[in-house]
Nanobody, 121 residues
Framework: QVQPVESGGGLVQAGGSLRLSCAASGRTFSTSVTGWFRQAPGKEREFVAAISWNKYYADSVRGRFTISRDNAKNTVWLQMNSLKPEDTAVYYC?????????????????WGQGTQVTVSS
């Protein structure tokens, strides 16, 4: 069983930075495809980034966000720079995704509770 727990959300001005953390127990977490998704009010959940042996990014965040992991700490991070008001959303960490479809949220078996990110203009 893998239970992701997110932290690091908050309120930041446009152009600022935040780093989200996703920690999870379970020895399989370190080998799991782990992704970040977000959902803004009134919008569908969307893919942000994922990491396996490779890193994957949504076009809207590529060049601004960086996903990384430390297997020894069972932690995945999402460094978010040059934040924009449209990045405002609840950010979810998910584990157990498909290596073939890392951007497909339906393939992930384990989800965290989410952390709020608010970017003010």
């Amino acid at each position: 069983q893998v239970q992701p727990v997110e932290s690091g959300g908050g309120l930041v001005q446009a152009g600022g930075s935040l780093r989200l953390s996703c920690a999870a127990s379970g020895r399989t977490f370190s080998t799991s495809v782990t992704g970040w998704f977000r959902q803004a009010p009134g919008k569908e959940r969307e893919f942000v980034a994922a990491i396996s042996w490779n890193k994957y990014y949504a076009d809207s965040v590529r060049g601004r966000f960086t996903i990384s992991r430390d297997n020894a700490k069972n932690t995945v991070w999402l460094q978010m720079n040059s934040l924009k008001p449209e990045d405002t959303a609840v950010y979810y960490c998910a584990a157990g995704g498909s290596i073939r479809l890392p951007s497909d949220g339906t393939t992930y078996g384990y989800w965290g509770q989410g952390t709020q990110v608010t970017v003010s203009s």
